[in-house]
């Protein structure tokens, strides 16, 4: 079965809230499989930020860190891949950065029909 290539998420500006929701798929009909998050630093100075794959928009358990306070330089995108990271219904990825407004993150991948 083949999915579609699809932008998953984003761009969407981080806030300095670790409670951010980027993403959740609501439908228990599909799932989304995440080959690459790019995030773009639009600021002078070094930015952190953390990610959360959780159960709910504010699930920010320890141990559930897809990303913890890793460092974008200044001016700069960094891709991150993945050979396949599979999202369904139940999953979100919540997160936030060290600055208001620094950071923007935007996800590619494959949705697939259950």
Same mark, same amino acid.
């Given at each position: 079965?083949?999915?579609?290539?699809?932008?998953? /998420?984003? +761009?969407?500006?981080?806030?300095?809230t670790v409670?951010?929701? *980027?993403? &959740?798929?609501? !439908?228990?009909?599909?799932?989304?499989? $995440?080959?690459? $998050?790019?995030?773009?630093n639009?600021t002078?100075?070094? $930015?952190? /930020?953390? #990610?959360?794959?959780?159960? =709910?928009?504010?699930?920010? @358990?320890?141990?559930?860190?897809? /990303?913890?306070?890793? !460092? *974008? +330089?200044? &001016? @700069?995108? =960094?891709?991150?891949? /993945? %050979?396949? #990271?599979?999202?369904? !219904?139940?999953?979100?990825?919540?997160?936030?950065?060290? %600055?208001? &407004? =620094?950071?923007?993150?935007? %996800?590619?991948g494959?949705?697939?029909v *259950?």
């Amino acid at each position: 079965m083949a999915g579609t290539i699809k932008r998953t /998420f984003g +761009p969407l500006l981080l806030t300095s809230t670790v409670t951010t929701s *980027v993403y &959740n798929n609501t !439908s228990a009909l599909i799932y989304d499989v $995440i080959k690459q $998050i790019n995030v773009a630093n639009v600021t002078g100075g070094a $930015i952190t /930020f953390t #990610l959360y794959i959780g159960t =709910s928009a504010t699930d920010t @358990t320890t141990g559930k860190q897809l /990303f913890q306070s890793v !460092s *974008v +330089p200044a &001016n @700069t995108t =960094s891709p991150f891949y /993945f %050979a396949g #990271l599979k999202l369904t !219904s139940t999953d979100w990825i919540v997160g936030g950065a060290s %600055a208001l &407004n =620094s950071l923007t993150i935007t %996800a590619m991948g494959e949705q697939y029909v *259950v």
